[in-house]
């Protein structure tokens, strides 16, 4: 008998097992969705997803609104002040110098799922 041929049925099955884990969601994954908005997609895929959809960063991660209720309870000119001149771990502009202070507001109100107070 041929050895090959026996083997396939094997091969077959740990290619099917791999194709399986890669396919399953990785645990406790942020939200890799962007605005609506094209311009602010565009922004936000250079700059703010890099952390805030990568939980070592130490980010809030955009989604999670547990995570951002602390921060939101800070109020808006807080945030804004901390996005712009950065804070902790937090780079100054988060990175994006072509943003404006409306495309902060827009970008944490995306990230967080609450309009700013
Ligand atoms: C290089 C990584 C990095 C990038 C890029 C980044 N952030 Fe952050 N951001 C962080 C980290 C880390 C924290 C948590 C800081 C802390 O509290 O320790 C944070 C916190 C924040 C906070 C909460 C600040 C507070 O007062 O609690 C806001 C708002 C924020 N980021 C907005 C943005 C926006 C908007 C962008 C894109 C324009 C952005 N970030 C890009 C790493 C980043």
Redesign the pocket.
């Known amino acids: 008998m041929n050895i090959t041929a026996h083997r396939l049925p094997l091969v077959a099955l740990l290619f099917a097992l791999a194709a399986c884990g890669r396919s399953a969601p990785p645990p406790a994954a942020a939200s890799k969705a962007s605005p609506a908005d094209p311009a602010l997609a565009a922004?936000?895929e250079s700059?703010?997803?890099?952390?805030?959809t990568?939980p070592g960063?130490?980010?809030?991660q955009a989604g999670d609104a547990a995570a951002?209720a602390?921060?939101l309870a800070?109020g808006k000119d807080?945030?804004?002040?901390?996005?712009i001149n950065g804070?902790?771990?937090?780079?100054p502009?988060?990175?994006?110098m072509s943003?404006s202070e409306d495309?902060?507001a827009s970008?944490?109100a995306f990230?967080?799922g609450s309009e700013l107070q």
Not at 57 to 60: D, L, T
Not at 87 to 91: C, F, K
């Open positions: 922004l936000y700059s703010c997803r890099d952390c805030h990568a960063s130490g980010a809030p951002w602390p921060r800070q807080s945030l804004l002040d901390h996005t804070y902790l771990g937090m780079p502009m988060g990175m994006c943003c495309d902060f970008l944490i990230m967080s």
